[in-house]
């Protein structure tokens, strides 16, 4: 058992945005030769990532994805972009900068690494937390989940999908539109990466569209103040412990040149769902039939969260009550890169709250440790526990 301060999971924008703020409040790695206050052992942190090297889920987006069309990436907290091919693909310019973002400052991100649980070591609400992995186990005081979801794909469950006989695959599984050339492609979904796809998939072959409800289509630009009503939308909701929307399900889409152009085209035509799914195609809400040789599911994806089930955070409402990154229930755990910070823009300013909220928690909890018993003898400081 390796014990540290703080183990951040998941090297993605959220997880390099926490290690930054952690480093520059003096948090080091395990076993750095760095002085922490006077008369005192600096803080440690370490960083986990399952990932076989650095990009997060850039590193698994389709190729056809290019810095042109993705939506907007902000800097990483300290270091610039650097200057961008808008033709270049996402994934690989993202993987270079988020790279480059690790070896500029230091980061020793640890990887692969596999999380397999967080559990608690014992019943006290300042006690410490157990992390066990594929490469052993760390023992902290706290904990940031930046796992995001590119693992968690959302499959809906819809009658006769597994009778189908085409292809059918998620946004997850996609690599280019030139596998499907001379087949009949459904989508399924109302966000970006569907109607993204679908302009895409429609160059080269037909497609149709469904979307369980009307699609909301944004003429104007996405402001700042747009963007901050949407995240306090998505926000409220995990406050409340509802499982969060999607950013897109409250800022609707923006009609951007080339969707325009796919609309003109008549690929934006959007049908209501189909009722089943049959052997050669689906069943169309008005009764009629559709052949389809392929079906593609835009439909989202699910928090990466099964490694925190031994804390039993989800509450009666499905999800995970919130204040602010900090899980409601349990002060010890922050979640960056969910509901409201999920965006990249947002992802950045909560690893700074994580941070400080944590640095808050270690103060109280560290003056209740050194403060005197009724015996007048005075507690052991956490990490002295861990290490006896």
């Not at 050669?280 to 925190?308: C, K, P, Q, S, Y």
């Not at 209740?368 to 006896?388: C, H, I, N, Y």
Request: aromatic residues 8%; glycine residues 12%; proline residues 7%.
């Amino acid at each position: 058992m390796q014990p540290v301060d703080v183990v951040v999971i998941g090297a993605g924008q959220a997880g390099l945005s926490a290690s930054y703020h952690l480093q520059r409040r003096g948090f080091v790695p395990p076993g750095t030769a760095a002085a922490g206050e006077p008369g005192e052992p600096a803080r440690t942190f370490v960083m986990l990532d399952a990932e076989d090297g650095p990009g997060g889920a850039w590193r698994h987006r389709w190729r056809s994805l290019r810095m042109a069309t993705v939506n907007g990436i902000s800097d990483l907290p300290g270091i610039p972009q650097p200057a961008v091919d808008a033709e270049e693909p996402s994934s690989s310019f993202l993987t270079r900068y988020f790279g480059g973002y690790e070896e500029q400052l230091g980061l020793s991100v640890l990887r692969p690494v596999k999380v397999q649980f967080v559990r608690r070591e014992d019943g006290r609400p300042d006690g410490r937390l157990t992390i066990s992995t594929s490469r052993g186990s760390w023992s902290a005081r706290a904990v940031i989940n930046a796992t995001g979801t590119w693992t968690r794909p959302f499959w809906p469950i819809y009658p006769g999908r597994a009778g189908f006989r085409g292809r059918q695959l998620h946004v997850a599984d996609y690599v280019s539109a030139e596998e499907f050339r001379g087949l009949h492609v459904i989508v399924v979904g109302g966000g970006i990466s569907a109607v993204g796809l679908l302009d895409e998939i429609s160059q080269l072959t037909t497609t149709t569209w469904f979307t369980r409800r009307e699609p909301v289509w944004r003429d104007a630009e996405f402001d700042r103040q747009a963007g901050h009503d949407a995240v306090a939308l998505v926000e409220e909701r995990v406050r409340q412990g509802l499982p969060p929307q999607s950013v897109v399900s409250v800022t609707g889409l923006i009609r951007t040149p080339a969707l325009r152009a796919a609309a003109a085209r008549g690929v934006l035509d959007r049908h209501p769902m189909f009722t089943a799914i049959e052997p050669g195609g689906v069943r169309l809400a008005d009764g009629g039939f559709l052949a389809a040789d392929v079906i593609l599911w835009a439909t989202g994806f699910r928090a990466e969260l099964d490694h925190l089930a031994p804390l039993h955070l989800r509450g009666p409402g499905g999800g995970i009550a919130m204040d602010g990154t900090r899980v409601a229930a349990e002060p010890r755990v922050h979640l960056i890169g969910y509901g409201p910070s999920s965006s990249t823009i947002g992802a950045n300013r909560a690893g700074r709250a994580a941070v400080t909220g944590i640095l808050r928690m270690f103060a109280e909890q560290d003056k209740l440790d050194t403060g005197p018993e009724p015996s007048g003898l005075s507690r052991p400081r956490p990490e002295q526990k861990a290490q006896v």
